[in-house]
């Protein structure tokens, strides 16, 4: 029954090394989603997951974006040679369904100095 | 292109009066729609959704909104606002044509004063 959990919930990098963020989704959801919440873009969808279909990548700002889901559950964003524009709030969601309503973690704050 | 609209940065009312935070979209096609909350260094919580039929939506904590298809509106409200009902409300949009992505308004803080 415990909701989405993301892990770690507090990042501070310095510019220009990977992090990794992680997303626990609720149990039995076959879709998962990464959103990034800023001060000045508000909320933007970066990429979605459904069963083993092709991930929607539309959103990924760059190429040092990405991320993966093993095995129909847990997923990794991953973020390489960040940059300060990349401080923000990464929130995930999962739903049970393709199209199904969304439940958010608490997200992920990363802060790159 | 699709777009949210939440046109009030900040709602301000007295606890106990009514409350409504107004969303408008601009959607191709008949899109579900979505009402989240967020208290501070939390997540987003679901408050309603529509998808189809009445066009008054009940959803958590005694919110409710209106559908108006004809002025592409999704208003948010509660009859009787709570104090503990201050934080930032966001109005989401899932086009007709996307399973995944949902497009969010830039948000609406409400203060409720006691």
């Known amino acids: 029954g415990a909701g989405v959990s993301q892990s770690p919930s507090n990042k501070v990098t310095e510019k220009g090394k990977d992090v990794e963020l992680r997303c626990d989704p609720i149990?039995?959801?076959?879709?998962l989603y990464w959103y990034r919440q800023s001060l000045g873009q508000g909320l933007e969808f970066l990429i979605y997951?459904?069963?083993?279909?092709?991930?929607?990548k539309s959103g990924l700002p760059s190429d040092r974006f990405s991320a993966e889901r093993t095995g129909g559950s847990v997923s990794t964003l991953t973020i390489q040679r960040t940059q300060q524009e990349d401080s923000a709030v990464y929130l995930c969601?999962?739903?049970?369904?393709?199209?199904?309503?969304?439940?958010f973690g608490p997200g992920t704050r990363l802060l790159v100095l | 292109a699709q777009s949210v609209a939440q046109p009030e940065d900040q709602v301000n009312v007295a606890e106990g009066n009514p409350l409504t935070v107004k969303c408008t979209y601009s959607?191709?096609?008949?899109?579900?729609l979505f009402w989240y909350v967020q208290y501070p260094n939390r997540g987003l919580q679901f408050l309603l959704k529509?998808?189809?039929?009445?066009?008054l939506v009940k959803g958590s904590y005694g919110f409710e909104a209106e559908f108006n298809k004809s002025q592409t509106s999704f208003h948010l409200k509660k009859p009787s606002a709570l104090v503990s009902d201050s934080a930032l409300y966001f109005c989401?949009?899932?086009?007709?044509?996307?399973?995944?992505?949902?497009?969010f308004g830039a948000g609406t803080q409400v203060v409720v004063t006691p």
């Open positions: 969601a999962s739903s049970d369904q393709r199209g199904g309503t969304q439940y």
């Open positions: 149990s039995g959801h076959t879709a």
């Open positions: 997951f459904q069963g083993n279909s092709a991930p929607d």
């Open positions: 959607v191709s096609g008949n899109p579900y």
């Open positions: 529509y998808i189809t039929g009445d066009n």
């Open positions: 989401a949009v899932r086009p007709p044509d996307s399973w995944g992505k949902l497009q």
